[in-house]
């Protein structure tokens, strides 16, 4: 499996084997966030530099050239069209199946997880989300050099990752599985404390322990932040929530979850 979710590498029998240049690294990354597709060269020098050099096409071959070495067995997934004897101006393409791309995997899991949570199955969502979830072994590409336009790739798919998180945290939550839901929530939190839905997932999770008084602190801890950091009220979708806290409305927390829900099909495009 070609992996791009954590540090970049090609998994055979068990271990990764990483390219050894960052460059190189950036030039798997670039070809594996959509497999299959050709991109020109012009398209990859602008994945690999904001401004490439001067002697950014020779690069480009040899960064190419490293790849295939580094790949082994696997070489002939780099492939190259044109760019010889008159046929017009070269393109790359990964050609690897989508399930051998732990970045489609992903993106094919947290989206039917997704739906699935949004038509009412958690348990099965909750499954196939743990299923996407565990693809990943840190921010991805972390390990890669490239342009802003790769990072933001990258990143696009780092955002995805924390929608899922929060998929399955509310999953967690219809599933009556409220510690650990918490848990889930309070990770994402940590280390991205203005996200308002996992404020929201943690406040439901707390009502259904019924820990109503950590439950309306908390809301009162999200206010402050969102205050003092944005100067910005609570979204409706977390007031939502809040308010049917305090009516000891079961029915209408849970359902005010579903507002604050993002979108993992547009993000799949980004």
């Known amino acids: 499996m070609i992996r791009i979710l954590g540090p970049v590498c090609v998994e055979s029998g068990g271990t990764c084997h ?19 597709k050709e991109l020109s060269r012009d398209e990859l020098l602008g994945l690999l530099w904001d401004e490439p050099p001067a002697s950014a096409e020779a ?12 790949l082994g067995d696997a070489a002939e997934l780099v492939v190259r069209r044109g760019g010889g004897g008159g046929r017009g101006v070269a393109s790359y393409l990964l050609a690897a199946e989508p399930a051998a791309v732990d970045r489609t995997r992903f993106v094919s899991l947290a989206i ?25 072994r840190g921010p991805a590409g972390i390990d890669a050099a490239g342009s802003s336009r790769l990072r933001a790739r990258l990143d696009a798919l780092d955002e995805m990752r924390l929608n899922a998180m929060e998929d399955q945290a509310e999953a967690r939550v219809h599933l009556g599985a409220y510690a650990e839901a918490a848990m889930r929530a309070r990770s994402v939190i940590a280390d991205h404390p203005l996200r308002e839905r996992s404020w ?3 406040i439901a999770a707390l009502y259904g322990k ?35 806290a305090l009516q000891y409305d079961s029915a209408q927390v849970r359902s005010s979850l579903r507002s604050m829900r993002g979108r993992l099909d547009e993000l799949a495009h980004a």
């Open 210 to 244: 019924a820990d109503f008084s950590t439950c309306l602190s908390t809301y009162r801890k999200a206010q402050r932040l969102f205050r003092d950091e944005l100067g910005i009220p609570p979204s409706p979708g977390l007031l939502a929530v809040h308010s049917a």
């Open 18 to 36: 990483a390219p050894r240049s960052t460059m190189v690294r950036g030039v798997l990354a670039a070809l594996a966030i959509h497999p299959g």
């Open 112 to 136: 039917a997880g997704g739906r699935r949570l949004a038509e009412g199955d958690p348990e099965e969502s909750s499954r196939l989300l743990t299923s996407a979830l565990d693809l990943w």
């Open 59 to 70: 690069n480009l071959r040899g960064y190419l050239s490293a790849l295939r070495k580094d």
């Open 200 to 202: 929201g997932v943690l």
